[in-house]
Protein backbone atom coordinates (compact mmCIF):
# COMPACT_ATOMS: atom_id res chain seq x y z
CA UNK A 1 0.00 0.00 0.00
CA UNK A 2 2.70 2.73 0.68
CA UNK A 3 3.94 2.89 -3.19
CA UNK A 4 1.42 5.45 -2.98
CA UNK A 5 3.51 8.59 -2.21
CA UNK A 6 1.63 11.05 -0.46
CA UNK A 7 2.54 14.81 -0.95
CA UNK A 8 1.28 16.68 2.73
CA UNK A 9 -0.04 20.29 2.95
CA UNK A 10 1.89 21.32 6.41
CA UNK A 11 4.21 20.81 8.46
CA UNK A 12 6.20 22.51 11.00
CA UNK A 13 9.78 20.30 10.74
CA UNK A 14 12.03 23.18 10.35
CA UNK A 15 11.02 24.89 14.07
CA UNK A 16 12.20 21.56 15.51
CA UNK A 17 15.18 21.84 13.94
CA UNK A 18 15.59 25.46 14.30
CA UNK A 19 14.79 24.80 18.25
CA UNK A 20 16.88 21.97 19.86
CA UNK A 21 14.92 22.26 22.74
CA UNK A 22 11.83 21.47 21.17
CA UNK A 23 13.33 18.95 18.77
CA UNK A 24 14.90 17.12 21.39
CA UNK A 25 18.06 17.80 19.27
CA UNK A 26 17.33 15.46 16.19
CA UNK A 27 18.68 16.01 13.19
CA UNK A 28 16.92 15.28 9.33
CA UNK A 29 18.95 12.28 8.27
CA UNK A 30 18.79 10.50 11.51
CA UNK A 31 15.94 8.46 12.73
CA UNK A 32 14.60 9.66 15.71
CA UNK A 33 11.40 8.80 18.18
CA UNK A 34 11.02 12.46 18.80
CA UNK A 35 8.55 14.69 16.55
CA UNK A 36 7.27 13.61 13.24
CA UNK A 37 9.27 13.39 10.21
CA UNK A 38 12.71 12.84 9.50
CA UNK A 39 14.13 11.45 6.04
CA UNK A 40 14.31 7.83 7.14
CA UNK A 41 10.86 8.08 8.62
CA UNK A 42 9.52 9.88 5.70
CA UNK A 43 11.18 6.91 3.20
CA UNK A 44 9.49 4.30 6.02
CA UNK A 45 5.78 5.96 5.44
CA UNK A 46 6.09 6.49 1.64
CA UNK A 47 5.91 10.61 2.60
CA UNK A 48 7.22 11.92 -0.44
CA UNK A 49 7.06 15.90 0.32
CA UNK A 50 5.08 18.62 1.12
CA UNK A 51 4.55 22.25 2.14
CA UNK A 52 7.74 22.85 4.86
CA UNK A 53 6.31 25.61 7.05
CA UNK A 54 8.24 29.08 8.38
CA UNK A 55 6.51 29.53 11.82
CA UNK A 56 7.58 32.49 14.17
CA UNK A 57 6.73 31.60 18.09
CA UNK A 58 6.16 34.82 20.22
CA UNK A 59 8.58 35.60 22.47
CA UNK A 60 7.75 33.04 25.32
CA UNK A 61 8.00 35.68 28.27
CA UNK A 62 5.47 37.01 25.73
CA UNK A 63 2.83 34.10 24.93
CA UNK A 64 2.90 30.93 24.88
CA UNK A 65 -0.20 28.14 23.79
CA UNK A 66 0.31 26.32 26.80
CA UNK A 67 0.14 29.28 29.34
CA UNK A 68 -2.63 31.42 27.37
CA UNK A 69 -5.19 28.55 27.36
CA UNK A 70 -8.23 27.94 29.76
CA UNK A 71 -10.67 25.30 29.52
CA UNK A 72 -14.20 26.12 29.80
CA UNK A 73 -17.26 23.76 30.63
CA UNK A 74 -17.25 22.50 27.04
CA UNK A 75 -14.26 22.83 25.48
CA UNK A 76 -11.37 25.76 25.57
CA UNK A 77 -10.08 29.54 24.68
CA UNK A 78 -6.83 30.23 24.18
CA UNK A 79 -6.33 33.90 24.63
CA UNK A 80 -5.10 35.82 21.90
CA UNK A 81 -1.35 35.85 20.71
CA UNK A 82 -0.28 39.60 20.34
CA UNK A 83 1.15 40.46 17.06
CA UNK A 84 4.43 40.13 16.46
CA UNK A 85 7.54 42.85 15.45
CA UNK A 86 7.76 42.44 11.78
CA UNK A 87 12.01 42.82 12.17
CA UNK A 88 12.03 39.47 14.24
CA UNK A 89 9.59 37.60 12.53
CA UNK A 90 11.72 37.82 9.63
CA UNK A 91 14.89 37.21 11.13
CA UNK A 92 13.28 33.78 12.28
CA UNK A 93 11.51 33.12 8.91
CA UNK A 94 15.03 33.82 7.68
CA UNK A 95 16.63 30.99 9.83
CA UNK A 96 14.05 28.43 9.19
CA UNK A 97 14.42 29.23 5.18
CA UNK A 98 18.40 28.46 5.74
CA UNK A 99 17.22 25.53 7.51
CA UNK A 100 15.35 24.01 4.79
CA UNK A 101 18.00 24.58 2.42
CA UNK A 102 20.75 23.08 4.67
CA UNK A 103 18.57 20.20 4.60
CA UNK A 104 18.73 20.25 0.76
CA UNK A 105 22.60 20.32 0.57
CA UNK A 106 22.96 17.44 3.14
CA UNK A 107 20.57 15.51 1.78
CA UNK A 108 23.15 14.43 -1.32
CA UNK A 109 19.77 14.41 -3.51
CA UNK A 110 17.39 12.85 -1.60
CA UNK A 111 15.35 16.31 -0.90
CA UNK A 112 14.72 19.24 -3.08
CA UNK A 113 13.16 22.52 -3.16
CA UNK A 114 10.96 22.48 -5.62
CA UNK A 115 9.36 25.54 -7.40
CA UNK A 116 7.03 24.42 -9.70
CA UNK A 117 4.82 21.45 -10.23
CA UNK A 118 6.67 19.58 -12.63
CA UNK A 119 9.44 19.26 -10.02
CA UNK A 120 6.54 18.06 -7.80
CA UNK A 121 5.93 14.98 -10.21
CA UNK A 122 9.70 14.61 -11.28
CA UNK A 123 10.76 14.18 -7.33
CA UNK A 124 7.48 11.63 -6.41
CA UNK A 125 8.24 9.60 -9.29
CA UNK A 126 12.15 9.50 -8.70
CA UNK A 127 11.64 8.71 -4.89
CA UNK A 128 13.35 12.43 -3.94
CA UNK A 129 11.59 14.26 -1.30
CA UNK A 130 10.00 17.50 -2.06
CA UNK A 131 9.99 20.38 0.42
CA UNK A 132 7.76 23.44 -0.56
CA UNK A 133 8.88 26.66 0.99
CA UNK A 134 5.94 28.07 3.05
CA UNK A 135 5.58 31.50 5.13
CA UNK A 136 2.47 30.71 7.85
CA UNK A 137 2.20 34.41 8.51
CA UNK A 138 2.32 37.13 6.25
CA UNK A 139 5.00 38.88 9.39
CA UNK A 140 7.57 36.64 8.43
CA UNK A 141 7.91 38.32 5.44
CA UNK A 142 9.23 41.65 7.94
CA UNK A 143 8.88 45.57 7.88
CA UNK A 144 9.52 46.24 3.90
CA UNK A 145 6.31 45.68 1.64
CA UNK A 146 8.52 44.96 -1.51
CA UNK A 147 10.06 41.39 0.58
CA UNK A 148 7.66 39.22 -1.26
CA UNK A 149 9.29 39.37 -4.53
CA UNK A 150 12.49 38.73 -3.31
CA UNK A 151 11.53 35.97 -1.49
CA UNK A 152 10.07 34.57 -4.67
CA UNK A 153 13.75 34.44 -6.33
CA UNK A 154 14.90 32.41 -3.07
CA UNK A 155 12.07 29.79 -3.58
CA UNK A 156 9.35 31.23 -1.53
CA UNK A 157 5.97 29.75 -3.10
CA UNK A 158 3.42 29.65 -0.26
CA UNK A 159 2.47 32.25 2.09
CA UNK A 160 -0.53 32.15 5.37
CA UNK A 161 -1.84 35.41 5.05
CA UNK A 162 -1.83 35.25 8.68
CA UNK A 163 -1.13 32.50 11.48
CA UNK A 164 -3.66 32.57 14.71
CA UNK A 165 -3.04 36.13 15.83
CA UNK A 166 -3.03 39.69 14.20
CA UNK A 167 -0.58 41.41 11.64
CA UNK A 168 -0.59 44.38 9.30
CA UNK A 169 -2.55 42.42 6.83
CA UNK A 170 -5.36 40.27 8.49
CA UNK A 171 -6.50 38.67 11.58
CA UNK A 172 -6.11 34.65 12.56
CA UNK A 173 -8.26 32.63 14.11
CA UNK A 174 -7.49 32.27 18.02
CA UNK A 175 -7.61 28.84 19.26
CA UNK A 176 -10.85 28.62 20.16
CA UNK A 177 -13.40 25.38 20.91
CA UNK A 178 -16.53 24.87 20.35
CA UNK A 179 -16.74 28.35 18.50
CA UNK A 180 -16.42 29.39 14.60
CA UNK A 181 -14.28 31.02 12.46
CA UNK A 182 -15.94 34.53 12.49
CA UNK A 183 -13.50 36.00 14.80
CA UNK A 184 -12.73 39.53 14.08
CA UNK A 185 -12.45 41.87 11.05
CA UNK A 186 -11.67 41.49 7.42
CA UNK A 187 -8.01 41.79 5.45
CA UNK A 188 -6.63 45.44 5.58
CA UNK A 189 -5.65 47.60 2.85
CA UNK A 190 -2.45 45.80 2.82
CA UNK A 191 -3.35 42.22 3.27
CA UNK A 192 -5.48 43.25 0.13
CA UNK A 193 -2.61 44.41 -1.84
CA UNK A 194 -0.66 41.09 -1.11
CA UNK A 195 -3.67 39.14 -2.59
CA UNK A 196 -2.99 40.86 -5.52
CA UNK A 197 1.25 40.56 -5.63
CA UNK A 198 0.60 36.77 -4.49
CA UNK A 199 -1.64 36.34 -7.47
CA UNK A 200 1.11 38.17 -9.76
CA UNK A 201 3.84 36.19 -8.66
CA UNK A 202 1.88 33.19 -8.33
CA UNK A 203 2.21 32.36 -4.63
CA UNK A 204 -0.30 30.25 -3.11
CA UNK A 205 -2.11 31.85 -0.46
CA UNK A 206 -2.82 29.34 2.33
CA UNK A 207 -6.47 30.66 4.16
CA UNK A 208 -6.04 28.16 7.24
CA UNK A 209 -5.83 30.15 10.54
CA UNK A 210 -7.18 33.04 8.58
CA UNK A 211 -10.17 34.33 10.32
CA UNK A 212 -13.96 33.98 8.40
CA UNK A 213 -13.78 37.34 7.23
CA UNK A 214 -10.47 37.14 5.65
CA UNK A 215 -11.43 34.69 3.73
CA UNK A 216 -14.41 35.95 2.25
CA UNK A 217 -12.29 39.17 1.74
CA UNK A 218 -10.04 36.65 -0.71
CA UNK A 219 -12.46 34.39 -1.97
CA UNK A 220 -14.36 37.96 -3.51
CA UNK A 221 -10.45 39.16 -5.10
CA UNK A 222 -8.24 36.01 -6.24
CA UNK A 223 -7.77 35.21 -9.18
CA UNK A 224 -6.49 31.95 -7.92
CA UNK A 225 -8.18 28.88 -6.06
CA UNK A 226 -8.65 29.05 -2.65
CA UNK A 227 -6.20 26.69 -0.52
CA UNK A 228 -6.77 26.02 3.28
CA UNK A 229 -3.63 23.27 3.21
CA UNK A 230 -3.98 22.39 7.27
CA UNK A 231 -8.08 22.92 8.29
CA UNK A 232 -10.70 20.02 8.36
CA UNK A 233 -14.63 20.07 8.54
CA UNK A 234 -16.30 22.87 11.33
CA UNK A 235 -19.53 19.91 10.86
CA UNK A 236 -17.52 17.06 12.71
CA UNK A 237 -15.27 19.38 14.94
CA UNK A 238 -16.49 23.19 15.83
CA UNK A 239 -13.35 24.68 16.11
CA UNK A 240 -12.76 27.89 14.77
CA UNK A 241 -9.53 26.32 12.94
CA UNK A 242 -12.08 24.22 11.43
CA UNK A 243 -14.42 25.21 7.56
CA UNK A 244 -17.69 25.75 7.92
CA UNK A 245 -19.77 23.96 5.13
CA UNK A 246 -19.93 27.94 3.36
CA UNK A 247 -16.46 27.89 2.96
CA UNK A 248 -15.93 24.41 1.63
CA UNK A 249 -18.57 25.52 -0.98
CA UNK A 250 -16.74 28.25 -1.54
CA UNK A 251 -13.37 26.12 -1.93
CA UNK A 252 -15.45 24.00 -4.44
CA UNK A 253 -16.68 26.20 -6.62
CA UNK A 254 -13.10 28.33 -6.74
CA UNK A 255 -11.41 24.53 -7.67
CA UNK A 256 -9.19 24.58 -4.41
CA UNK A 257 -8.61 22.36 -2.07
CA UNK A 258 -8.58 21.47 1.68
CA UNK A 259 -5.84 19.41 3.55
CA UNK A 260 -7.12 17.61 5.87
CA UNK A 261 -5.38 17.83 9.28
CA UNK A 262 -4.16 15.38 11.46
CA UNK A 263 -4.83 17.23 14.81
CA UNK A 264 -6.62 15.42 17.08
CA UNK A 265 -8.12 18.70 18.21
CA UNK A 266 -9.44 19.14 14.88
CA UNK A 267 -10.48 16.06 14.55
CA UNK A 268 -12.46 15.17 17.62
CA UNK A 269 -15.92 15.75 17.82
CA UNK A 270 -15.44 16.93 21.36
CA UNK A 271 -12.07 19.14 20.82
CA UNK A 272 -9.85 17.48 23.02
CA UNK A 273 -6.00 17.17 22.57
CA UNK A 274 -5.89 13.05 23.23
CA UNK A 275 -3.90 11.34 20.80
CA UNK A 276 -6.48 8.13 21.51
CA UNK A 277 -8.17 9.13 18.73
CA UNK A 278 -9.06 6.28 16.55
CA UNK A 279 -7.89 6.83 12.50
CA UNK A 280 -11.26 6.59 11.60
CA UNK A 281 -12.13 10.31 12.61
CA UNK A 282 -9.50 11.30 10.08
CA UNK A 283 -11.47 8.74 7.89
CA UNK A 284 -14.64 10.47 8.53
CA UNK A 285 -13.25 14.48 7.65
CA UNK A 286 -12.30 12.93 4.15
CA UNK A 287 -15.64 11.18 3.99
CA UNK A 288 -17.39 14.27 4.66
CA UNK A 289 -14.74 17.06 3.16
CA UNK A 290 -15.16 14.56 -0.52
CA UNK A 291 -19.15 14.37 -0.25
CA UNK A 292 -18.46 18.48 0.17
CA UNK A 293 -16.35 19.82 -2.75
CA UNK A 294 -15.49 16.40 -4.45
CA UNK A 295 -12.79 13.78 -4.65
CA UNK A 296 -10.27 15.90 -6.84
CA UNK A 297 -10.25 18.84 -4.07
CA UNK A 298 -9.10 16.91 -1.15
CA UNK A 299 -5.62 15.84 0.37
CA UNK A 300 -3.51 15.38 3.50
CA UNK A 301 -2.22 18.95 5.90
CA UNK A 302 -0.43 16.22 8.72
CA UNK A 303 0.28 19.23 10.67
CA UNK A 304 3.74 16.90 11.47
CA UNK A 305 5.96 18.45 14.59
CA UNK A 306 3.23 20.99 14.88
CA UNK A 307 0.01 18.59 16.67
CA UNK A 308 -0.74 15.79 18.49
CA UNK A 309 -1.83 13.56 15.93
CA UNK A 310 -3.83 9.92 16.50
CA UNK A 311 -1.26 7.56 17.94
CA UNK A 312 -2.41 4.97 15.51
CA UNK A 313 -0.46 7.32 12.93
CA UNK A 314 2.17 8.29 15.20
CA UNK A 315 4.38 9.92 12.71
CA UNK A 316 5.01 10.01 9.10
CA UNK A 317 6.25 6.00 9.26
CA UNK A 318 2.37 5.12 9.93
CA UNK A 319 1.00 7.31 6.44
CA UNK A 320 0.39 3.29 4.81
CA UNK A 321 -2.08 2.59 8.02
CA UNK A 322 -4.36 5.70 6.92
CA UNK A 323 -4.08 4.88 3.54
CA UNK A 324 -4.70 1.10 4.55
CA UNK A 325 -7.47 2.66 6.45
CA UNK A 326 -9.24 4.80 3.18
CA UNK A 327 -8.68 1.68 1.63
CA UNK A 328 -10.53 -0.66 3.68
CA UNK A 329 -13.28 1.90 3.38
CA UNK A 330 -13.71 1.17 -0.12
CA UNK A 331 -11.64 3.87 -1.55
CA UNK A 332 -9.99 2.32 -4.47
CA UNK A 333 -6.16 2.90 -5.87
CA UNK A 334 -6.89 5.47 -8.41
CA UNK A 335 -8.58 7.98 -6.14
CA UNK A 336 -5.90 7.39 -3.11
CA UNK A 337 -3.19 8.76 -5.83
CA UNK A 338 -5.55 11.76 -6.05
CA UNK A 339 -5.65 12.18 -2.43
CA UNK A 340 -2.11 11.12 -1.74
CA UNK A 341 -0.67 13.62 -4.36
CA UNK A 342 -2.27 14.07 -7.60
CA UNK A 343 -5.08 17.06 -6.05
CA UNK A 344 -1.85 18.84 -4.76
CA UNK A 345 -0.45 18.74 -7.68
CA UNK A 346 -3.07 20.00 -9.88
CA UNK A 347 -3.64 22.80 -7.57
CA UNK A 348 0.12 24.16 -7.37
CA UNK A 349 -0.01 23.72 -11.00
CA UNK A 350 -3.03 25.69 -11.32
CA UNK A 351 -1.34 28.65 -8.63
CA UNK A 352 2.18 28.65 -10.02
CA UNK A 353 1.53 28.60 -13.36
CA UNK A 354 3.38 26.15 -16.07
ZN1 LIG B 1 -0.75 25.82 11.34
Known amino acids: M ?3 PVFDGHND ?4 LYLPERGEGRTFFERSEAGHIDLPRAREGGFGGGFFACWTPNPEEEWTEESAIS ?5 FEVADAPPLDPSYARKTADELTKILFRVETGAGGQVKVVRTAREIEACLREG ?15 PDPGALEDLYEVGLRSLGLAWSRPNIYGHGVPFRFPACPDTGPGLTEAGKNLVRECNRLGVLLDLSHLNERGFWDVAGMTEAPLVATHSNAYA ?18 SDGMVGVNFAVAFLRE ?3 ED ?4 IETVVRH ?8 GIERVGFGSDFDGAKVPQEIGDASGLPKLLGALSGRGYGEGVLKKLAHENWVRVLRATWGG
Do not use: K, M, W
Request: aromatic share 4%; charged share 30%; glycine share 6%.
Open 13 to 16: TLLD
Open 275 to 278: EDTP
Open 270 to 272: DGR
Open 128 to 142: VLAAVLHFEGAENLG
Open 2 to 4: NSI
Open 236 to 253: LCPTTRNLTDRQLDAIRD
Open 286 to 293: VDYLVERV
Open 71 to 75: FTEDG
